[in-house]
């Protein structure tokens, strides 16, 4: 089996919500996403999608995506889809970092891998724990007022676990965590998320300001040992994100007792090949997860309910359903949320059928 053809649409997602807002005035109000096609001389299609969190959340942005497809595919044209592990490294031959713009391809592999063998990607990746699995609503930065009438709006939809964006100023942010908590209910999870955004001793301060609350804390701040600093000096439980990128890194956060969850998302990581050997590693040292992606829409979403359908259900901390965010669908057959939670696709692949005649002229087509 081989590749014949790799092709690219931009596609736009708008969000219900209007905007998503997050630390140091940071926010999106339509996401620019990409469709990949992987085409082999089967016939076989497999599909992936990547979606940064716009240009200033990781070092990653949408025509990045675009202009690294162009230099990698070439590479890819004649391979194999289905032997996953050397076609990662190929096309980390072909481009030396930049995982988000080889993510979207992998995913695509796993689709081609997934429909020749007859199996949905989740059994592939290790089996199916449970009918399904529970997801977080991310709130938006707004006044703490608002956030509490969020949470509370999103609880009354099934949502048990909240991730608040925090990282804005300080004193507000305690309100904001204090305003939320007060609407919550026995077995509900908060997190607060500051996405780099507080100094150290701010992130303590705010951290001790909250200690009885039943609170997270993830990614205080900007770097690993900024985090690390704070983690030492506060009592609640620990996430970090943004700065786990590989395997290296968590090797470090581990030895160093530095979280006690991870969140883990497939284009930060570069694939689902690469944040299957993050999470498989996770369940073996006995850290939760998070397990999703910077965003996207209907294909990103059947990707990440695949990771965390086939991730043991205590390591499990929560997932995303971000299809449900944006208020355009681009593939039918997506997994739909359903009373706060999400179960994978049972067809083979993942189990999408991308609504290509919608996206116009591919912006990437290399065969
Ligand atoms: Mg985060």
């Known amino acids: 089996m081989r590749i014949t053809r790799i092709a690219a649409w931009q596609v736009d997602?708008?969000?219900?919500?209007?905007?998503?807002?997050?630390?140091?005035?940071?926010s999106v109000t339509v996401f620019d996403s990409t469709v990949v096609a992987v085409e082999t001389d089967t016939g076989v299609v497999g599909y992936?999608?990547?979606?940064?969190?716009?240009?200033?959340?990781?070092?990653a942005y949408a025509n990045g995506v675009r202009a690294?497809?162009?230099?990698?595919?070439p590479a890819l044209i004649g391979q194999d889809p289905t032997q996953l592990g050397k076609l990662n490294r190929l096309m980390d031959a072909a481009l030396k970092g930049h995982p988000y713009v080889k993510s979207a391809v992998d995913v695509a592999c796993w689709d081609v891998l997934g429909k020749v063998s007859g199996l949905p990607v989740c059994t592939l990746l290790g089996g199916r724990y449970g009918e399904d699995f529970h997801l977080y609503r991310a709130i938006s930065q707004e006044a703490p007022d608002?956030?509490?009438?969020?949470?509370?709006?999103?609880?009354?939809?099934?949502?048990?676990?909240?991730?608040?964006?925090?990282?804005?100023?300080?004193?507000?942010?305690?309100?904001?965590?204090?305003?939320?908590?007060?609407?919550?209910?026995?077995?509900?999870r908060l997190v607060a998320d500051a996405n780099t955004g507080w100094i150290q001793h701010e992130a303590i301060r705010i951290s001790k300001a909250v200690r009885d609350l039943d609170v997270y804390i993830e990614q205080p701040c900007l770097t690993y040992d900024e985090c690390r600093a704070v983690r030492r000096q506060i009592t609640q439980p620990f996430v970090l994100d943004e700065n786990i990128d590989g395997i290296d890194v968590l090797m470090r956060a581990h030895a160093d007792g530095a979280m006690?969850?991870?969140?883990?998302k497939i284009s930060k990581l570069g694939g689902l090949t690469k944040t299957k050997q993050l999470r498989d590693l996770c369940v073996s040292l006995g850290i939760g997860?998070?397990?999703?992606?910077?965003?996207?829409?209907?294909?990103?979403?059947?990707?990440?309910?695949?990771?965390?359908?086939?991730?043991?259900?205590?390591?499990?901390f929560s997932s995303t359903d971000f299809n449900s965010y944006v208020t355009r669908s681009i593939a039918d057959g997506a997994p739909q949320r359903v009373?706060?939670?999400?179960?994978?696709?049972?067809?083979?692949?993942?189990g999408v059928r991308p609504k290509l005649?919608?996206?116009?002229?591919?912006?990437?087509?290399?065969?």
């Open 48 to 59: 992936g999608e990547v979606c940064p969190l716009g240009p200033a959340y990781l070092p």
């Open 146 to 188: 608002a956030m509490a009438a969020n949470v509370a709006g999103y609880r009354a939809e099934g949502y048990r676990r909240f991730q608040l964006k925090v990282g804005g100023d300080p004193d507000t942010d305690i309100e904001r965590i204090k305003a939320v908590a007060a609407v919550l209910k026995p077995g509900d």
């Open 357 to 367: 005649r919608e996206f116009g002229a591919p912006a990437v087509d290399v065969s």
């Open 260 to 264: 006690d969850v991870v969140n883990l």
């Open 68 to 73: 690294g497809l162009k230099e990698i595919a």
């Open 289 to 316: 997860m998070t397990l999703e992606d910077s965003w996207g829409g209907d294909i990103v979403t059947a990707a990440i309910s695949h990771l965390a359908h086939s991730t043991p259900t205590e390591f499990l």
């Open 13 to 26: 997602l708008p969000l219900h919500e209007g905007s998503y807002k997050w630390s140091g005035g940071k």
């Open 339 to 350: 009373n706060g939670r999400l179960a994978a696709s049972t067809e083979p692949g993942l």
